[in-house]
C-alpha cells in the first residue's frame, strides 16, 4: 500500500479492518484510493492555477491537470465500481465484494 494522503490511508484501514478483502480487492483498493490521491492533487493545483494556461505563443489551453483530473476520477469510480463500493465522502462500503454469487458479511 503506497498511498499518499492520510484521508486515503485511514480509508484503506478502515474498509481493510471491517471486510475481508482477497489479495486482489486490495489491490483494487490501494488502486482506488490512490487515484482519489491523485484527483484531490490535480483539484488543488487547478483551484490554484485555474482550467485555462497560455501556451509560448499565447494561446489557452486547458491546464493539464484537467485531464489528469479526469482520468482519475475514472480510474477511482472504476475501481469503486469493482470493489461495489460508493464515494459520499469517506468511501463507504455499500456491501460486500460477491464471493460465487453470494455476498462476504462483514
Known amino acids: 500500500m503506497s498511498l499518499v494522503g492520510e484521508h486515503s490511508r485511514r480509508s484503506w484501514r478502515r474498509i481493510a479492518q471491517v ?9 483494487r483498493l490501494s488502486v482506488a484510493c490512490e487515484a482519489l490521491d491523485r484527483l484531490r492533487e490535480a483539484q488543488a493545483l487547478l483551484r490554484m492555477d485555474g ?11 486547458a ?7 479526469r482520468d482519475s476520477r475514472i480510474g477511482f469510480l472504476r475501481a469503486l465500481r469493482e470493489l461495489q463500493l460508493r464515494d459520499e465522502g469517506v468511501l463507504e462500503l455499500v456491501r460486500p465484494p460477491l464471493i460465487h454469487g453470494r455476498y462476504r458479511s462483514a
Not at 19 to 27: F, I, N, S, V, W
Not at 63 to 69: L, M, Y
Request: charged share 35%; net charge negative; hydrophobic share 30%.
Open 63 to 69: 491546464h493539464p491537470c484537467v485531464g489528469i483530473e
Open 19 to 27: 471486510y475481508e478483502l482477497d489479495d486482489k480487492d486490495q489491490a
Open 51 to 61: 482550467l485555462v494556461t497560455d501556451d509560448r505563443f499565447g494561446q489557452a489551453n
